[in-house]
């Protein structure tokens, strides 16, 4: 039988760490934040908890292995959340770093609430340091090789496509499009000259030529002007 202060203990602890990783989600502006980590990390630990102290009255018709049973449905459990923070578009996939923190906190509940502090508060820690510390070095590393590819040229049939096949080449990756002005075929023949800028949020590759990729891009016909912003 566990004391109420050590059930108490368990439940407060789980709470904590739940809302210092859902604080870091919810500062990311990501859909799952500080109360869902902490219901889902506090939930948890009530499942574990009953797992190993609420089948007592049962006597010894309890087996040993159904705490674990228990708590196993957990881990499974948790994927509808996980599911419901994944957002996919045609170019992208976000939210897996939440689907995946929902996770550890569940397994973390688990820790707490079977006793296990050194491994909850551990993994807690490395958690934090994943989530915050290596999102820098990853900005660092990779983020650089984000631009946003701004070009201004004629709204004729078949440029963007042209444009993607070029980026092809180059092995860049497109990751979104948005495109102001009107193209020839909405404007109709003899309505003037159509133009279109067309802002591009690209992947760069390591070793990307940008004089090269930008002089075979203006040899595209259609395209009147070209540049990359600065590192976002």
């Excluded at 219901?39 to 018709?61: A, E, P």
């Excluded at 045609?90 to 973390?108: D, H, N, Q, Y």
């Excluded at 079977?114 to 900005?139: A, D």
């Excluded at 990751?175 to 802002?199: F, K, Q, V, Y």
């Amino acid at each position: 039988m566990i004391a109420r202060w050590e059930v108490a203990i368990r439940l407060v602890s789980a709470t904590v760490i739940g809302g210092l990783i859902g604080m870091e989600r919810e500062v990311s502006n990501r859909p799952a934040g500080l109360r869902t980590h902490i219901l889902v990390t506090l939930g948890s630990t009530l499942v574990m908890l009953i797992s190993m102290d609420g089948f007592h009255s049962m006597g010894s018709n309890i087996k040993a292995g159904d705490p674990a049973r228990l708590a196993a449905q957990v881990i499974s459990g948790i994927g509808f959340l996980g599911a419901g923070t994944i957002m996919r578009t045609e170019s992208s996939i976000r939210g897996l770093t939440t689907a995946a923190s929902l996770w550890v906190c569940a397994g973390i509940g688990l820790a707490i609430g079977s006793g296990y502090y050194m491994g909850g508060l551990l993994t807690s820690g490395i958690v934090l340091i994943t989530l915050m510390s290596l999102r820098v070095m990853e900005k660092k590393v990779i983020g650089s090789r984000y631009r946003m590819l701004e070009i201004i040229g004629s709204g004729r049939p078949g440029l963007i496509g042209d444009i993607g096949t070029l980026m092809g080449e180059h092995r860049v990756r497109i990751r979104d499009i948005s495109i102001m002005g009107e193209s020839e075929a909405e404007l109709g023949e003899g309505m003037g000259n159509p133009t279109l800028e067309i802002h591009f949020m690209v992947r760069l590759p390591i070793g990307f030529r940008y004089d090269e990729f930008l002089l075979e891009l203006g040899s595209i016909r259609g395209v009147n002007e070209s540049r990359f912003q600065a590192n976002i």
